[in-house]
């Protein structure tokens, strides 16, 4: 707690001689050095109410603290980011116009307090993808290149909107690209809007059909010829002038715009012993950088409007934060023992508070590691509004931290994220407390794979108690669903108790893997998607026990393919050594499916898992009114189930002014997209790789990652067939991974016929596979399914499929198909057969150096739950150093 006078050492009013925080800063030091503050105590600014328009970010460090800035009451001291500009004049064709300084840029607009919407195509969801080319003209220079991820094709009539923009226009547009669980944006470089296509400046961070079922979508943003909806804007540069369509009720004269100036509105860093009373933080800026910009989860690449680094004993207290461009506070590296409480954050260009830095190491300082940071009793509402992805509350690395008593809700992703580390690498993040957060609305059909509690890596001894989370719609067409308690990847060392978590799109509990997460004594209930169940899990781990579940009730309904427990076989029996349940309470008041327990039936489940568990209606006093507390029959007791408050969750009850002001709240009404079109796909595709630099990672059709520790993927001039160049694959002995190097391709196969071919040169040490597989959730390992399978080893081809045999049975095996003569370029061809009725099947070729053919015909794809093939994988799996090359590698669809 600050020591500090009960007046006010500095006054400062928008009118008076001292009318700027920074000018109070300079006053405060003047005092200090006079000695009328005397030291250790600390410094009290108080600030009329008015609005305190900042020309530079308040900077806060070193000697300018102990300090204490106070507002006005009820947050009429505002410190903003953002110029005023207007009245509004009318035109004739419907469109305001004001003056802009020359030279000012913005992105992001508020009119009479309310933020605008950049002219954007179309209105109301999305454009869709309809497919990519592989290699072709670059318009930047006119030469041949990779374009994998550098264009797209559309329906024309999406891009009408830019046939007749002007070269200066155009390149400021910007194509909105909406993945599953994030987004990017990247600048347009030239358009044929005829023909339906368009071509990006840069190049976008993922293979546009990772997700092969669906179409992925873009929308059009910025761009003057779009401008025609209410409360759309665009800023011409040429004229300085401000273009607006106004809303219903607004006047031009009547009628002014915030724009921001500033990327941020304060900085404290280096010092200690800070603190912001009653002040209201408004309007900063974001700028799409060319060519693109690409926020990736949680919009981990975005900043914030107030941003605290290196500094200790920082509070934020009875605050508001508003109107931002990306996140509201961030507790940046070497925050330490510091506190956001009793703050409102609403109209978030992402979240509302982030805590820890963007990377971390073991080599790290411990003092940098962010700790002791305390987000309690605020409200966060209302964000993704330019960032979709951002979280309410979002942690990468930090320890000792505790998110109690906050309401957060009407996001497009996750509530809470904590943790930073995919797998079970090295993380610091350890006995954090995530408590008492009411967390609900979430997702609105924009955004998939969310949670309204997400974790990754390693988090031991970290507790999330006590929260409640309802209401949550993914989008689900691409990436997963919609979770209320979803540790992800690595998730670690976690006790998840006493959450009430219901009304959930996929599932109410997901762990896709982790080790020893303990969820006990919760209330798992209800997912509205058709094939959902109310919890399950993505992988089973060997060597050690993934979760542990005791005393929870578990409730779901309908009968739609939807189940209690899901493991990786979906409606499969998967593995259940790494689980240990017991004394849980599952209920459907619909006929129970013979496989909604992890595929098999309750009877099962309970004597070979869930020992002590019972299947009994809980009794809940009256769910559909919101009523959870359960009749004091329930049998939920019976197995030692413990009620707690519930009504506890969200900001806390004393006072009851805030408490009333959350009621108020009312999350935006959407609308849901409609279901994408089907990916058409691609009808063929070929490269030499030669348009990439040589040492460089493949043309954006391929994924994959190319590195020393993972072995090299590149574009090479070591050898070639055709052309100049070819693609090496390079593998090392000791790689932590055995199947790297390896790199894949998606595609779709959309006629009976599919043909692929391409050339290939392996050394004596080669342990080279060809693998294809369907992305299938009902293959037996939940995952995939096996379809052409093709390897070189020790000298020899081989092909691993499946045949019918004399007792009409097929059976697998792997077969030689020919010797290999090392060094030397060989050709191979795959041809798969997709009848519209009838089993697939595929033939295989082989071309030698000495221009023998061999072939094996009529084969049946590895795993019989492989029907179309989507995935083709390249995986080095060899030991040793040793190198291969591929070159003339097409595909087409006949």
Same mark, same amino acid.
């Given at each position: 707690m600050l020591k500090m006078s009960a007046s006010a050492d500095v006054e400062v009013s928008t009118t008076g001689a001292v009318n700027t925080p920074q000018a109070?800063?300079?006053?405060?030091?003047?005092?200090?050095?006079?000695?009328?503050?005397?030291?250790?105590?600390?410094?009290?600014?108080?600030?009329?109410?008015?609005?305190?328009?900042?020309?530079?970010?308040?900077?806060?460090?070193?000697?300018?603290?102990?300090?204490?800035?106070?507002?006005?009451?009820?947050?009429?001291?505002?410190?903003?980011g953002a110029r005023k500009l207007g009245p509004f004049t009318a035109d004739a064709d419907g469109i305001w116009r004001c003056s802009v300084p020359a030279g000012l840029v913005f992105e992001q607009v508020w009119v009479n307090g309310s933020r605008a919407q950049i002219a954007k195509s179309p209105n109301t969801f999305y454009n869709y993808v309809l497919s990519s080319e592989g290699e072709g003209t670059d318009p930047m220079t006119g030469k041949e290149a990779d374009?994998?991820?550098?264009?797209?094709?559309?329906?024309?009539?999406?891009?009408?909107?830019?046939?007749?923009?002007?070269?200066?226009?155009?390149?400021?547009?910007?194509?909105?690209?909406?993945?599953?669980?994030?987004?990017?944006?990247?600048?347009?470089?030239?358009?044929?809007?005829?023909?339906?296509?368009?071509?990006?400046?840069?190049?976008?961070?993922?293979d546009f059909f990772m997700w092969p079922k669906w179409c992925p979508r873009f929308t059009i943003e910025n761009c003057r010829t779009a401008l025609d909806a209410p409360g759309e804007w665009f800023l011409d540069r040429k004229k300085s002038e401000l273009l607006y369509i106004p809303r219903t009720g607004e006047r031009p004269e009547t009628s002014f715009a915030a724009v921001p100036v500033?990327?941020?509105?304060?900085?404290?860093?280096?010092?200690?012993?800070?603190?912001?009373?009653?002040?209201?933080?408004?309007?900063?800026s974001w700028t799409l950088p060319s060519p693109g910009f690409y926020a990736y989860q949680s919009a981990f690449y975005a900043d914030a409007a107030l941003e605290v680094s290196n500094a200790t004993q920082v509070a934020f207290l009875n605050c508001r934060v508003e109107h931002t461009a990306n996140y509201g506070l961030w507790f940046n590296a070497g925050s330490r023992d510091s506190c956001v409480r009793h703050t409102w954050f609403e109209d978030l260009g992402?979240?509302?508070?982030?805590?820890?830095?963007?990377?971390?190491?073991?080599?790290?300082?411990?003092?940098?590691?962010?700790?002791?940071?305390?987000?309690?009793?605020?409200?966060?509402?209302?964000?993704?509004?330019?960032?979709?992805?951002?979280?309410?509350?979002?942690?990468?690395?930090?320890?000792?931290?505790?998110?109690?008593?906050?309401?957060?809700?009407?996001?497009?992703?996750?509530?809470?994220?904590?943790?930073?580390?995919? !797998?079970?690498?090295?993380?610091?993040?350890?006995?954090?407390?995530?408590?008492?957060?009411?967390?609900?609305?979430?997702?609105?059909?924009?955004?998939?794979?969310?949670?309204?509690?997400?974790?990754?890596?390693?988090?031991?001894?970290?507790?999330?108690?006590?929260?409640?989370?309802?209401?949550?719609?993914?989008?689900?067409?691409?990436?997963?669903?919609?979770?209320?308690?979803?540790?992800?990847?690595?998730?670690?060392?976690?006790?998840?108790?006493?959450?009430?978590?219901?009304?959930?799109?996929?599932?109410?509990?997901?762990?896709?893997?982790?080790?020893?997460?303990?969820?006990?004594?919760?209330?798992?209930?209800?997912?509205?998607?058709?094939?959902?169940?109310?919890?399950?899990?993505?992988?089973?781990?060997?060597?050690h026990c993934s979760l542990i579940c005791s005393n929870n009730v578990f409730v779901w309904a309908g009968t739609e393919g939807r189940s209690a427990w899901r493991g990786p076989g979906k409606g499969r029996p998967a593995p259940v050594h790494d689980l240990v349940f017991g004394s849980n309470l599952w209920w459907s008041p619909d006929p129970v499916a013979t496989n909604a327990f992890n595929g098999g039936t309750w009877e099962k489940w309970h004597a070979e898992v869930d020992n002590g568990?019972?299947?009994?209606?809980?009794?809940?006093?009256?769910?559909?009114?919101?009523?959870?507390?359960?009749?004091?029959?329930?049998?939920?007791?019976?197995?030692?189930?413990?009620?707690?408050?519930?009504?506890?969750?969200?900001?806390?009850?004393?006072?009851?002014?805030?408490?009333?002001?959350?009621?108020?709240?009312?999350?935006?009404?959407?609308?849901?997209?409609?279901?994408?079109?089907?990916?058409?796909?691609?009808?063929?595709?070929?490269?030499g790789f030669e348009t990439r630099r040589p040492g460089t990672f493949p043309s954006g059709a391929f994924g994959g990652v190319s590195s020393r520790e993972r072995g090299y993927v590149m574009?090479?001039?070591?050898?070639?067939?055709?052309?100049?160049?070819?693609?090496?694959?390079?593998?090392?002995? !000791?790689?932590?991974?055995?199947?790297?190097?390896?790199?894949?391709?998606?595609?779709?196969?959309?006629?009976?016929?599919?043909?692929?071919?391409f050339s290939l040169k392996c050394d004596a040490l080669a342990n080279l596979i060809c693998e294809w597989r369907e992305w299938n959730p009902a293959a037996k390992n939940g995952q995939y399914a096996d379809g052409p399978y093709v390897f070189v080893q020790n000298g020899a081809f081989y092909v691993r499929a499946r045949e019918v045999r004399a007792d009409g049975k097929?059976?697998?095996?792997?077969?030689?198909?020919?010797?290999?003569?090392?060094?030397?370029?060989?050709?191979?061809?795959?041809?798969?057969h997709t009848p519209k009725d009838g089993t697939p099947t595929w033939d295989f070729a082989f071309t030698g150096a000495d221009g023998i053919r061999h072939e094996m015909k009529g084969l049946l794809y590895y795993h019989e739950e492989c029907a179309v093939p989507n995935w083709i994988g390249f995986l080095s799996n060899a030991d040793c150093e040793t190198v291969s090359f591929i070159d003339d590698y097409s595909y087409d669809n006949l």
């Open positions: 109070a800063l300079a006053k405060v030091k003047e005092l200090r050095a006079a000695g009328k503050i005397p030291a250790g105590r600390a410094a009290v600014v108080r600030f009329a109410a008015g609005v305190y328009e900042l020309a530079e970010e308040l900077d806060v460090s070193g000697t300018d603290a102990p300090i204490c800035f106070k507002g006005a009451p009820d947050g009429q001291t505002v410190f903003s374009l994998g991820r550098r264009m797209l094709r559309t329906d024309p009539k999406a891009l009408a909107c830019l046939a007749a923009l002007p070269p200066d226009e155009l390149r400021d547009v910007a194509i909105h690209v909406w993945w599953a669980w994030d987004s990017e944006w990247q600048k347009v470089a030239r358009v044929d809007a005829e023909d339906g296509v368009l071509w990006f400046q840069g190049r976008v961070n993922r500033l990327k941020r509105i304060a900085f404290v860093h280096d010092t200690k012993d800070v603190t912001f009373d009653g002040i209201t933080f408004a309007h900063n992402a979240g509302g508070v982030r805590l820890g830095a963007r990377t971390w190491s073991t080599n790290d300082a411990p003092e940098k590691l962010v700790s002791g940071v305390t987000v309690d009793d605020n409200v966060i509402t209302s964000g993704g509004h330019v960032f979709p992805a951002g979280t309410g509350v979002f942690i990468t690395y930090a320890k000792d931290c505790r998110v109690t008593h906050n309401e957060i809700c009407d996001l497009y992703y996750s509530g809470i994220c904590c943790g930073w580390r995919w !797998g079970y690498a090295p993380a610091p993040n350890r006995n954090n407390e995530l408590s008492w957060n009411h967390i609900h609305h979430l997702g609105k059909g924009v955004l998939s794979d969310m949670g309204f509690i997400y974790t990754l890596g390693d988090s031991r001894g970290t507790v999330i108690a006590g929260n409640h989370g309802h209401d949550m719609f993914s989008y689900g067409y691409t990436g997963s669903g919609g979770t209320g308690l979803y540790p992800d990847e690595g998730s670690y060392g976690i006790l998840w108790t006493s959450n009430l978590i219901h009304h959930t799109k996929t599932s109410a509990l997901s762990q896709h893997y982790g080790r020893e997460n303990f969820f006990h004594n919760n209330i798992f209930a209800f997912s509205t998607k058709p094939e959902s169940s109310v919890a399950g899990r993505w992988r089973v781990e060997n060597d568990s019972i299947l009994a209606d809980p009794l809940f006093r009256d769910w559909q009114k919101g009523d959870w507390r359960l009749k004091p029959e329930s049998p939920a007791f019976t197995i030692g189930f413990k009620e707690w408050d519930y009504t506890l969750a969200g900001v806390r009850k004393e006072d009851a002014a805030w408490r009333a002001r959350v009621a108020a709240i009312r999350p935006a009404a959407y609308e849901v997209a409609p279901e994408p079109p089907l990916n058409p796909g691609k009808r063929s595709f070929r490269t574009e090479s001039t070591r050898a070639c067939r055709t052309g100049k160049q070819a693609l090496e694959i390079r593998d090392f002995e !000791g790689l932590q991974t055995r199947y790297w190097p390896h790199f894949y391709q998606s595609f779709k196969i959309v006629s009976e016929t599919f043909v692929l071919k097929a059976y697998g095996f792997d077969r030689k198909i020919s010797s290999y003569a090392p060094d030397t370029w060989c050709d191979l061809e795959f041809t798969l």
